[in-house]
DNA sequence: GAAATAAACTGATCCGGCGCAACTATTTTT
DNA sequence: AAAAATAGTTGCGCCGGATCAGTTTATTTC
């Protein structure tokens, strides 16, 4: 179901999470074209799947895994999104005379990522409208996210900011209270745009406030209500 | 021509700006069923076009004029991007099932807005690949400017994106060195993600320190290598 | 063209959150 | 199993910027 705060407050979620079904619009020999031209890659937990910059050669269809999606420069880095399986990455790139990737790629698990050779998926969204158009809702889909999660990092302070993040890994990752995280405190930060330091201290804050449970990686939502609260006020 | 820090550093600019020709992707039958199903609606300065959270009824083509697309909530204010002439706005509303206008959009100048409705141009999407496949392309040149506007406020401190936003109006909307401002600092503000005393305190300091020349409204940047050395070193 | 309203500016204050340093715990390497 | 490297944690000082309060300058409005 869509989030239900599309009126209200502005959704802030950096999931993206679509059990969709791109390849059911094509052809029979379009999905042909597709399976002879795509390969089924497996990278490790770390490992790095492209880099941004460089000239896109392929779609990325995340078949099963977690990735952070996210730009770097100097010692800065920005966390744009985290993909779950079934998830279309590296469409961003298609974009006349210009195909870099606009951002880089790496697992947090074990992955199996299908690597679609580009040209083939550009030259079937130009022949096939039912699937292009289904792109642009896919694509839509994570900008009206993007939006949500730009007006979280830039408006809000610490605790809406770790309050939105701790919500979206429940909801659109895990799907459960209680999760086990596979990120690092560094990669908390580089999602929510502040320090190691300061994700561990809110993290403890909210531990001791009793809104969640924390033992190292295991963390559970305790107090979902007042959590959703902090994240409206900021 | 494309910005050509594509490899070099992450892109930060705020507007968008493209002299395209979807119209010229339809056949005669579409452009006439497109003609019969727009408006063009003349807007004063300063009038509010669309609300975020309305449902979305319309695309809005922007035939002329300046506009701000934006998020508001409480007194919190986030400018997402300016747009100018030839832009195609509210596409981000076409998502199956949920189309709600996921921003506010208002104008800066007297503008002209064809208003098409977006049933139609969601069929034209629908049955015409190389439509909307040049329509992929748009909002993936939009969502690259994102990142980097993303990526400039979250990451840089005010010199930085102060930098940001004044190469960014200089380069995508005025095209000119120097240039008057529609814009008050307020505005300023919410596009670079701070304070309005701030954007004053640092353009002023920009002032004193020969980076641009100001009076009142009227802005001309001077040195604009340094500028882009304080962009890229935030 | 006077009054009212909004925008631009200035100075003083205060605090959220970053960065540093030091230490502990955990994982990886050999 | 020891060594090395990485990740997590804590305390402290500091500073970038927001906020507040007040003044000046534009712009509307009638």
Redesign the pocket.
């Known amino acids: 179901m869509i989030q239900s705060n599309d009126t209200k407050g502005i959704s802030h979620c950096s999931v993206f999470d679509s059990e969709t079904s791109w390849y059911d619009l094509l052809t029979d020999d379009e999905k042909i074209l597709i399976n002879e031209n795509s390969v089924s890659i497996i990278f490790k937990k770390g490992e790095t799947v492209c880099k941004r910059g460089a000239f896109a050669s392929h779609i990325y269809f995340l078949e099963d895994g977690l990735v952070k999606v996210y730009l770097e420069e100097k010692n800065k880095n920005l966390i744009l999104m985290l993909a779950i399986r079934n998830n279309l990455l590296g469409m961003a790139a298609i974009f006349d005379g210009n195909n870099k990737l606009p951002y880089s790629i790496t697992t947090y698990t074990d992955s199996i990522v299908r690597m679609i050779d580009i040209q083939v998926f550009t030259k079937l969204l130009k022949q096939n409208s039912a699937f292009s158009f289904h792109v642009i809702n896919l694509l839509n889909e994570k900008t009206a996210q993007m939006y949500g999660r730009f007006f979280s990092l830039t408006q809000k302070?610490?605790?809406g900011r770790l309050a939105d993040i701790l919500l979206c890994l429940s909801n659109r990752i895990f799907k459960s209270t209680s999760f086990e995280l596979p990120l690092?405190?560094?990669d908390l930060g580089d999602l929510t745009?502040?320090?190691?330091?300061?994700i561990?201290?809110m993290m403890?804050e909210f531990k001791d406030d009793g809104l969640i449970g924390m033992h190292?990686?295991n963390i559970e939502l305790l107090d979902i209500a007042r959590l959703e609260r902090i994240s409206e006020f900021g």
């Open positions: 302070q610490l605790h690092s405190r560094a745009g502040m320090s190691t330091e300061s561990i201290r403890k190292c990686k």
